[in-house]
C-alpha cells in the first residue's frame, strides 16, 4: 500500500481534497512552528510520500534512529575507593593487593599502616601514586594510592593522620584520609579548612553514629556546619564488635559504600565505595522535536485508519510501535554537548558580545584606558548574569509542580535520593569484579533465564486437578471501555521517559494525536473479549536495580521490567475491572493493607502495636514471628494461580485474560546501554506492572485463615504472625503454651508456602519475644522439613520501615530518624542550581524532602513520651532553623516570624 498521494500503487487518481490536506498541514506547520521544525516536517512529509510503502518508508527512518541509538548511555564515570584499616600494612600488603586484583580499584585510603618502607610498596603498588601521612605514634598513619592515570596534587597538611588529595577532572575532586584514635591530639574543627565544595572524608573515625552519644553528637555538630552528609555501611564495620566505626563523609556528590563481607585478618572490614563523577569524555545529546511527531501523526491518522486490522492483530500492532519508534527517531536531532550553552537573554547576549569585541580591540592595541573600561564592563556582565540565574532559580521554585519544571525535581531527586539501587559490578562465582557492561548482562541473564524457569509441582494438585465450583458469576463478561474511561486513563497516567522493549515512553503520549486512541480503544476491548494480547505486549525490557550493595552478585539484584507503554494502559483498565469484581466478592481480608486504596501501611503499623499492646496488657509473653518470601512476585505459579482464582469465583472470562497475560512472556537485560540475549519467562509476575501486587495478595488472600492460632497482619508479602502463651496460668506454663502454638503455625506456615509454590527466605525470616519479664525464651524455634534452620530471636526488627524493639521503645527509631534528617540537611545547604542557592530554594528543598521523614514519625508521635516529644519538637526546629540558616534565631522568634507550625501542630 502506497504512502503518497501521487503514487500510483496507492491512488488511481489524486483526489483534490488530498492536496488540499497536504497544504493544509504546510500551512500549520508554518503558523505553529519554527522555521528549523518547519523544514524536518517538510522533509518527513517528502520522505513519507516519496516511499512505496511502510515497510520501505520504515527502512529509510531506520537509519536515522540508529544514529540516535548509538549514542552514549552513560554522562558519568565512576571512581571505585577501597577505605581499609589494615591494622600494619607490612603484615596485610598482600591481602591489599587480592583485593586490588578482585576489584580493580581506583583508589584506596588505608588507614593504622605503621610504620612501613614505603620505597618497597612503591615498587609493590606500580600501577599507584603513594600519599603517605604518619601517624602520633608507631601504630598511626594513612597512606592514600591513587592510579597514576588521574591528575592529583597533594594538600599540604600538618595534622598527624590526616592525608589530603585532590584529583583533577571537569569537577575537581578532593580526598581526606582520616584515621581518628581515642587519643588522638586534633579536633574536628581542626579540619574545616581542608574541606571543600565537592569532597569526601574517608576515615576510621572510632565513632558509632548511632550508639556512641556525646561522641557522635560532636562529631555530626562538626559535619552539620560544614554541610557534610555522612554515608555509612548497612552492616557494623568492626568484627570485635557490632559497631560501625569506618564510613565516609561527603559534599557535593553522590556516594554508595558497602562493607566487604569476604575473609580479613584485620579486625576491620574493608569498605567498598563507588563515587560518581561527570565524565570529561566527548558526550553527545539528543532532543526529540515533539511538536513536528505530533503533527506528523495527525497528518497521517487517515492512514492508519484504513489499515487498522484486528483480525491480523500482531502485524498491525508491531508495524504500529514500530512506526512511533522509528518516526520519534526521525525527529530526533542529535548535537554536541560540549557546545551547549544554557539560554540567555538577547540583552545580555549582546552585551557579553560587545564585551568580548571591546577585549580583542584591547588585545591588539594595549590600550590601558580600555583594559580598565573591560574590567568595569565584565563585572557588570557577571553582576546582571547572577541576578539572571537568581530569577531563573526562583521560576524554577515557583513553577516546581507544573510541567514545565520538572527539571527542578529531575536534578534535586538524583542530588537527594540515595543512589544504592544502582549497580556498578557484579561479583562472579569465582569472586571476582565484572564491571564491563556487556559481561554483567551475560551474568544476569544466565542467572534469571534459570531462575523463571518453571518450578516441578507435583500433580494432582489441589489447585489445578480439584473439581471445578460452579458459582453464578460463572458467565459475567469483561466490561466494555469507553472511550473516556480510556482518555482519563491515558491523562491520569504518569508521562515517564523511561522506555520499554520496543523503545517508547509514556512520555509520547503527551503528543500523540487523540484520535488514535479510538483505535486502541478497539483493541482494548477486542483483547478483553476474546482473551488475545498482541505478542509485542509480552516483551520486556528488564533493569537491574540492587537490593543492598551497589557491587553484588546477580542474586542480589531486583529486576525491574518495563512492559510495552500501551499495554500498562490495558493493565490499568484490567486492574479497575478486577478489583471491582474483587470488592462485589469480598475475597480480600482486612488484614491485608498493601496495594488496597483505603488501606494505609501506617494503619496496618497502629493495628499491630494495638494488637501486642492488648496482650501485653494481660502479661502474656508474645512472639511475632516476621516472615519473608523469597522473591515473592517473582515466584508467582501460573498455573496455580488461574486454578485458585477459579475456585475464588473468579468468571472465566477474567482468568482467560490474566492467563494470557501471563504465559508466553520472554524479556532481555539492558545495563548501561548494553543487551543480553532474549529468554522466556515462566513464572512470576512482572515487578512494574500495576496488576501483579493485586494478583499476589488475591492467590494469596487465605492465607490468614490458613495460619490459625495467630494474629496476621499483611503488607503485600509482608508477613507478621503474632501469638500469645494462654491467659489465666502461670509464667513458665505460658512460655511452654506459646512454644506449641509457635510450633503449630510454623506447620501451617510450611505447608501454604508448598502449597502455593512461595518459598520463604530462612535467612530473613525472625521472631521477636516480648514479654513483661526480662530475657529470652529458654527454647529455639524452626521449621519441621528441609535443613530444620533455627529461626533467630532478635530484639529489634525493621517492620513496614519502623523499628519495633521488644519492649516496645521507639528511641533506636528516632535516632535513626534523627540521622537520617540530619543527612538531608547537609545535601540541602551544599545543593544548587545554575550555581546559586537561597532560602526559598532550601525551605522548598526541606518541605519535599525533609518533612516527609517528619511526617513518617506522626502515626507514633502519640506513643511517645513527653521528653521524647519534646526533643523531636525542638528538633525540628532546629533542622529547619539549620536549612534557612537561621540559628541564630531561637526558636519562638522564628515560629514567630516566619509563621511556622510546631511539629506538634503538624501532627
Same mark, same amino acid.
Given at each position: 500500500?502506497?504512502?503518497?498521494?501521487?503514487?500510483?500503487?496507492?491512488?488511481?487518481?489524486?483526489?483534490?481534497?488530498?492536496?488540499?490536506?497536504?497544504?493544509?498541514?504546510?500551512?500549520?506547520?508554518?503558523?505553529?512552528?519554527?522555521?528549523?521544525?518547519?523544514?524536518?516536517?517538510?522533509?518527513?512529509?517528502?520522505?513519507?510520500?516519496?516511499?512505496?510503502?511502510?515497510?520501505?518508508?520504515?527502512?529509510?527512518?531506520?537509519?536515522?534512529?540508529?544514529?540516535?541509538?548509538?549514542?552514549?548511555?552513560?554522562?558519568?564515570?565512576?571512581?571505585?575507593?577501597?577505605?581499609?584499616?589494615?591494622?600494619?600494612?607490612?603484615?596485610?600488603?598482600?591481602?591489599?593487593?587480592?583485593?586490588?586484583?578482585?576489584?580493580?580499584?581506583?583508589?584506596?585510603?588505608?588507614?593504622?599502616?605503621?610504620?612501613?618502607?614505603?620505597?618497597?610498596?612503591?615498587?609493590?603498588?606500580?600501577?599507584?601514586?603513594?600519599?603517605?601521612?604518619?601517624?602520633?605514634?608507631?601504630?598511626?598513619?594513612?597512606?592514600?594510592?591513587?592510579?597514576?592515570?588521574?591528575?592529583?596534587?597533594?594538600?599540604?597538611?600538618?595534622?598527624?593522620?590526616?592525608?589530603?588529595?585532590?584529583?583533577?577532572?571537569?569537577?575537581?575532586?578532593?580526598?581526606?584520609?582520616?584515621?581518628?584514635?581515642?587519643?588522638?591530639?586534633?579536633?574536628?574543627?581542626?579540619?574545616?579548612?581542608?574541606?571543600?565544595?565537592?569532597?569526601?572524608?574517608?576515615?576510621?573515625?572510632?565513632?558509632?553514629?548511632?550508639?556512641?552519644?556525646?561522641?557522635?553528637?560532636?562529631?555530626?555538630?562538626?559535619?552539620?556546619?560544614?554541610?557534610?552528609?555522612?554515608?555509612?555501611?548497612?552492616?557494623?564495620?568492626?568484627?570485635?564488635?557490632?559497631?560501625?566505626?569506618?564510613?565516609?563523609?561527603?559534599?557535593?556528590?553522590?556516594?554508595?559504600?558497602?562493607?566487604?563481607?569476604?575473609?580479613?585478618?584485620?579486625?576491620?572490614?574493608?569498605?567498598?565505595?563507588?563515587?560518581?563523577?561527570?565524565?570529561?569524555?566527548?558526550?553527545?545529546?539528543?532532543?526529540?522535536?515533539? +511538536?513536528?511527531? /505530533?503533527?506528523?501523526?495527525?497528518? @497521517?491518522? !487517515? =492512514?492508519?485508519?484504513?489499515?487498522?486490522? #484486528? $483480525?491480523?492483530?500482531?502485524?498491525?500492532?508491531?508495524?504500529?510501535?514500530?512506526?512511533?519508534?522509528?518516526?520519534?527517531?526521525?525527529?530526533?536531532?542529535?548535537?554536541?554537548?560540549? +557546545?551547549?550553552? /544554557?539560554?540567555?537573554?538577547?540583552? @545580555?547576549? !549582546? =552585551?557579553?558580545?560587545?564585551?568580548?569585541? #571591546? $577585549?580583542?580591540?584591547?588585545?591588539?592595541?594595549?590600550?590601558?584606558?580600555?583594559?580598565?573600561?573591560?574590567?568595569?564592563?565584565?563585572?557588570?556582565?557577571?553582576?546582571?548574569?547572577?541576578?539572571?540565574?537568581?530569577?531563573?532559580?526562583?521560576?524554577?521554585?515557583?513553577?516546581?509542580?507544573?510541567?514545565?519544571?520538572? $527539571?527542578?525535581?529531575?536534578?534535586?531527586?538524583?542530588?537527594?535520593?540515595?543512589?544504592?539501587?544502582?549497580?556498578?559490578?557484579?561479583?562472579?562465582?569465582?569472586?571476582?569484579?565484572?564491571?564491563?557492561?556487556?559481561?554483567?548482562?551475560?551474568?544476569?541473564?544466565?542467572?534469571?533465564?534459570?531462575?523463571?524457569?518453571? $518450578?516441578?509441582?507435583?500433580?494432582?494438585?489441589?489447585?489445578?486437578?480439584?473439581?471445578?465450583?460452579?458459582?453464578?458469576?460463572?458467565?459475567?463478561?469483561?466490561?466494555?471501555?469507553?472511550?473516556?474511561?480510556?482518555?482519563?486513563?491515558?491523562?491520569?497516567?504518569?508521562?515517564?521517559?523511561?522506555?520499554?522493549?520496543?523503545?517508547?515512553?509514556?512520555?509520547?503520549?503527551?503528543?500523540?494525536?487523540?484520535?488514535?486512541?479510538?483505535?486502541?480503544?478497539?483493541?482494548?476491548?477486542?483483547?478483553?473479549?476474546?482473551?488475545?494480547?498482541?505478542?509485542?505486549?509480552?516483551?520486556?525490557?528488564?533493569?537491574?536495580?540492587?537490593?543492598?550493595?551497589?557491587?553484588?552478585?546477580?542474586?542480589?539484584?531486583?529486576?525491574?521490567?518495563?512492559?510495552?507503554?500501551?499495554?500498562?494502559?490495558?493493565?490499568?483498565?484490567?486492574?479497575?475491572?478486577?478489583?471491582?469484581?474483587?470488592?462485589?466478592?469480598?475475597?480480600?481480608?482486612?488484614?491485608?493493607?498493601?496495594?488496597?486504596?483505603?488501606?494505609?501501611?501506617?494503619?496496618?503499623?497502629?493495628?499491630?502495636?494495638?494488637?501486642?499492646?492488648?496482650?501485653?496488657?494481660?502479661?502474656?509473653?508474645?512472639?511475632?514471628?516476621?516472615?519473608?518470601?523469597?522473591?515473592?512476585?517473582?515466584?508467582?505459579?501460573?498455573?496455580?494461580?488461574?486454578?485458585?482464582?477459579?475456585?475464588?469465583?473468579?468468571?472465566?472470562?477474567?482468568?482467560?485474560?490474566?492467563?494470557?497475560?501471563?504465559?508466553?512472556?520472554?524479556?532481555?537485560?539492558?545495563?548501561?546501554?548494553?543487551?543480553?540475549?532474549?529468554?522466556?519467562?515462566?513464572?512470576?509476575?512482572?515487578?512494574?506492572?500495576?496488576?501483579?501486587?493485586?494478583?499476589?495478595?488475591?492467590?494469596?488472600?487465605?492465607?490468614?485463615?490458613?495460619?490459625?492460632?495467630?494474629?496476621?497482619?499483611?503488607?503485600?508479602?509482608?508477613?507478621?504472625?503474632?501469638?500469645?502463651?494462654?491467659?489465666?496460668?502461670?509464667?513458665?506454663?505460658?512460655?511452654?503454651?506459646?512454644?506449641?502454638?509457635?510450633?503449630?503455625?510454623?506447620?501451617?506456615?510450611?505447608?501454604?508456602?508448598?502449597?502455593?509454590?512461595?518459598?520463604?527466605?530462612?535467612?530473613?525470616?525472625?521472631?521477636?519475644?516480648?514479654?513483661?519479664?526480662?530475657?529470652?525464651?529458654?527454647?529455639?524455634?524452626?521449621?519441621?522439613?528441609?535443613?530444620?534452620?533455627?529461626?533467630?530471636?532478635?530484639?529489634?526488627?525493621?517492620?513496614?520501615?519502623?523499628?519495633?524493639?521488644?519492649?516496645?521503645?521507639?528511641?533506636?527509631?528516632?535516632?535513626?530518624?534523627?540521622?537520617?534528617?540530619?543527612?538531608?540537611?547537609?545535601?540541602?545547604?551544599?545543593?544548587?542550581?545554575?550555581?546559586?542557592?537561597?532560602?526559598?530554594?532550601?525551605?522548598?528543598?526541606?518541605?519535599?524532602?525533609?518533612?516527609?521523614?517528619?511526617?513518617?514519625?506522626?502515626?507514633?508521635?502519640?506513643?511517645?513520651?513527653?521528653?521524647?516529644?519534646?526533643?523531636?519538637?525542638?528538633?525540628?526546629?532546629?533542622?529547619?532553623?539549620?536549612?534557612?540558616?537561621?540559628?541564630?534565631?531561637?526558636?519562638?522568634?522564628?515560629?514567630?516570624?516566619?509563621?511556622?507550625?510546631?511539629?506538634?501542630?503538624?501532627?
Amino acid at each position: 500500500m502506497s504512502l503518497s498521494p501521487y503514487a500510483i500503487p496507492f491512488f488511481s487518481s489524486v483526489p483534490p481534497s488530498k492536496l488540499s490536506k497536504r497544504n493544509f498541514y504546510l500551512c500549520k506547520a508554518k503558523d505553529s512552528l519554527s522555521h528549523f521544525d518547519v523544514n524536518l516536517f517538510y522533509n518527513i512529509l517528502e520522505e513519507w510520500e516519496s516511499c512505496q510503502n511502510l515497510h520501505s518508508c520504515l527502512s529509510l527512518w531506520q537509519e536515522f534512529s540508529s544514529t540516535s541509538d548509538e549514542l552514549p548511555s552513560m554522562s558519568s564515570t565512576s571512581l571505585h575507593v577501597l577505605l581499609f584499616n589494615v591494622r600494619g600494612l607490612d603484615l596485610r600488603w598482600q591481602e591489599v593487593l587480592l583485593l586490588i586484583s578482585a576489584f580493580k580499584f581506583d583508589a584506596l585510603i588505608l588507614v593504622e599502616t605503621g610504620e612501613f618502607d614505603i620505597s618497597f610498596h612503591q615498587k609493590i603498588f606500580k600501577d599507584y601514586r603513594l600519599l603517605y601521612q604518619k601517624g602520633e605514634n608507631r601504630n598511626g598513619g594513612v597512606l592514600i594510592l591513587i592510579k597514576e592515570s588521574f591528575s592529583i596534587s597533594r594538600v599540604s597538611c600538618s595534622i598527624p593522620n590526616i592525608c589530603v588529595v585532590d584529583i583533577k577532572g571537569e569537577d575537581n575532586l578532593r580526598i581526606i584520609g582520616v584515621y581518628a584514635p581515642d587519643s588522638k591530639s586534633w579536633s574536628w574543627d581542626d579540619l574545616s579548612a581542608f574541606v571543600s565544595s565537592k569532597c569526601v572524608i574517608y576515615g576510621d573515625f572510632n565513632v558509632d553514629i548511632m550508639d556512641d552519644g556525646k561522641k557522635a553528637d560532636t562529631l555530626l555538630h562538626w559535619a552539620d556546619d560544614q554541610s557534610l552528609a555522612h554515608v555509612v555501611p548497612n552492616s557494623h564495620t568492626s568484627l570485635r564488635s557490632n559497631r560501625v566505626i569506618d564510613y565516609a563523609f561527603i559534599k557535593g556528590l553522590n556516594l554508595d559504600i558497602q562493607v566487604y563481607n569476604g575473609n580479613t585478618t584485620s579486625d576491620h572490614l574493608p569498605i567498598l565505595s563507588v563515587i560518581s563523577l561527570n565524565s570529561s569524555q566527548y558526550k553527545l545529546g539528543k532532543n526529540i522535536h515533539w +511538536k513536528v511527531f /505530533s503533527l506528523f501523526s495527525e497528518y @497521517i491518522f !487517515s =492512514f492508519w485508519e484504513e489499515n487498522w486490522n #484486528l $483480525s491480523s492483530i500482531d502485524i498491525t500492532y508491531n508495524n504500529y510501535i514500530r512506526f512511533l519508534y522509528l518516526l520519534s527517531g526521525r525527529c530526533t536531532i542529535v548535537f554536541n554537548l560540549n +557546545k551547549y550553552r /544554557s539560554a540567555l537573554p538577547v540583552e @545580555i547576549r !549582546s =552585551f557579553l558580545s560587545y564585551i568580548r569585541a #571591546l $577585549s580583542f580591540r584591547q588585545l591588539r592595541t594595549k590600550c590601558s584606558t580600555l583594559r580598565k573600561e573591560v574590567c568595569f564592563l565584565k563585572k557588570i556582565a557577571k553582576n546582571e548574569l547572577n541576578i539572571f540565574y537568581a530569577t531563573q532559580l526562583d521560576n524554577l521554585i515557583r513553577l516546581r509542580n507544573s510541567s514545565s519544571s520538572s $527539571s527542578f525535581w529531575y536534578r534535586s531527586k538524583r542530588f537527594f535520593k540515595p543512589s544504592s539501587s544502582s549497580l556498578y559490578g557484579f561479583i562472579d562465582t569465582s569472586g571476582q569484579i565484572v564491571k564491563e557492561c556487556d559481561r554483567m548482562c551475560n551474568l544476569a541473564a544466565d542467572y534469571y533465564e534459570n531462575f523463571f524457569k518453571a $518450578s516441578t509441582i507435583f500433580r494432582p494438585h489441589p489447585y489445578t486437578d480439584s473439581p471445578p465450583t460452579v458459582f453464578d458469576n460463572i458467565s459475567e463478561s469483561i466490561p466494555e471501555v469507553t472511550l473516556d474511561e480510556l482518555l482519563n486513563t491515558v491523562i491520569s497516567k504518569k508521562k515517564k521517559k523511561s522506555l520499554d522493549a520496543h523503545g517508547l515512553s509514556n512520555h509520547m503520549f503527551n503528543f500523540l494525536d487523540l484520535n488514535y486512541w479510538s483505535l486502541l480503544l478497539n483493541l482494548y476491548n477486542h483483547s478483553f473479549q476474546k482473551s488475545i494480547l498482541p505478542s509485542a505486549w509480552k516483551d520486556t525490557r528488564m533493569i537491574l536495580l540492587a537490593k543492598k550493595d551497589s557491587i553484588c552478585p546477580p542474586s542480589l539484584t531486583r529486576p525491574i521490567s518495563l512492559l510495552d507503554s500501551f499495554q500498562k494502559i490495558g493493565e490499568k483498565l484490567f486492574l479497575t475491572r478486577f478489583c471491582d469484581l474483587l470488592a462485589r466478592r469480598g475475597l480480600l481480608s482486612d488484614s491485608q493493607s498493601g496495594f488496597r486504596e483505603h488501606f494505609r501501611l501506617q494503619t496496618r503499623l497502629l493495628l499491630f502495636l494495638e494488637d501486642i499492646y492488648s496482650l501485653m496488657s494481660n502479661s502474656a509473653p508474645v512472639c511475632t514471628v516476621f516472615v519473608d518470601f523469597r522473591a515473592a512476585f517473582d515466584q508467582l505459579w501460573y498455573l496455580g494461580c488461574i486454578g485458585k482464582l477459579r475456585n475464588l469465583g473468579i468468571p472465566s472470562s477474567y482468568l482467560n485474560w490474566i492467563e494470557a497475560w501471563l504465559i508466553n512472556r520472554r524479556c532481555y537485560i539492558e545495563i548501561n546501554g548494553c543487551k543480553s540475549r532474549w529468554f522466556s519467562i515462566e513464572k512470576g509476575g512482572p515487578q512494574g506492572s500495576v496488576l501483579t501486587p493485586t494478583l499476589f495478595i488475591t492467590y494469596n488472600c487465605d492465607m490468614n485463615i490458613s495460619l490459625s492460632g495467630c494474629i496476621s497482619h499483611f503488607f503485600a508479602d509482608d508477613l507478621a504472625g503474632i501469638l500469645a502463651g494462654q491467659l489465666g496460668i502461670k509464667y513458665s506454663s505460658q512460655c511452654l503454651d506459646l512454644e506449641k502454638r509457635i510450633k503449630t503455625f510454623l506447620d501451617c506456615l510450611e505447608y501454604y508456602s508448598c502449597l502455593t509454590d512461595q518459598p520463604i527466605n530462612l535467612n530473613k525470616t525472625e521472631a521477636m519475644f516480648t514479654a513483661r519479664a526480662i530475657g529470652l525464651p529458654s527454647f529455639d524455634i524452626h521449621f519441621s522439613h528441609g535443613k530444620k534452620e533455627s529461626i533467630n530471636w532478635v530484639s529489634e526488627y525493621k517492620y513496614l520501615g519502623y523499628i519495633i524493639s521488644s519492649k516496645l521503645g521507639w528511641s533506636k527509631f528516632l535516632k535513626h530518624m534523627m540521622t537520617k534528617i540530619r543527612q538531608r540537611i547537609s545535601l540541602i545547604k551544599s545543593f544548587k542550581i545554575f550555581g546559586c542557592s537561597s532560602t526559598l530554594l532550601r525551605k522548598t528543598l526541606f518541605m519535599s524532602f525533609v518533612l516527609p521523614l517528619f511526617t513518617w514519625i506522626y502515626p507514633i508521635f502519640p506513643l511517645l513520651s513527653r521528653k521524647q516529644q519534646q526533643d523531636l519538637s525542638h528538633f525540628y526546629y532546629t533542622s529547619l532553623r539549620r536549612a534557612l540558616c537561621c540559628l541564630q534565631w531561637n526558636e519562638n522568634f522564628f515560629a514567630f516570624a516566619l509563621d511556622e507550625k510546631s511539629l506538634e501542630d503538624r501532627c
